[in-house]
């Protein structure tokens, strides 16, 4: 499993291997400031991830983090502004809501690497936990407080 993560405004690539229950992970430098896509979903936890939106706004400028906000409108539109990310080159699309916004992104994403123009893709996939259940967070080890 692989991804990446931010550390002092520099992206991340990130290799996990689990064996046994121990895991390894290795770092290596990849880009100092990432083009970040940050899709919210402001329908994710009944209706009350929208009100997230000033304190995620806090946190990046707080780590002087640029990126571009797409508030998802309807069904299934977070796919498609992740897939038009990964096309437009950015390093980490962020899914901002619960575990339907991160299928949604994800298959984005996959769609976009199926294609001929994107097999080589590496746009790197992140979640922002403010759902119900976020047991796709969870799963991976991402808290969600």
């Known amino acids: 499993m692989s991804g990446a993560l931010l550390k002092n405004r520099r992206l991340l690539k990130v290799s996990q291997i689990s064996l046994y229950g121990k895991e390894k992970l290795e770092y290596r430098m990849h880009k100092t400031n990432p083009a970040i896509k940050l899709i919210l979903n402001p329908a994710a936890a009944k209706g009350k991830a929208g009100q997230a939106l ?39 699309v962020v899914a901002a ?25 590496e746009t790197a996939f992140a979640v922002l ?5 976020n047991d796709f967070a969870y799963s991976l080890g991402i808290s969600s407080s």
């Open 129 to 133: 936990p403010i759902g119900r259940g």
């Open 54 to 92: 000033p304190g995620i706004r806090k946190t990046m400028d707080s780590y002087n983090l640029s990126y571009d906000l797409e508030i998802t409108k309807e069904i299934w539109h977070a796919s498609r502004v992740a897939e038009e990310a990964a096309r437009q080159g950015y390093d980490v």
């Open 97 to 121: 809501g619960g575990d339907g916004t991160c299928n949604e992104v994800i298959n984005g994403l996959m769609s976009f690497r199926r294609s001929e123009a994107g097999w080589d893709n």
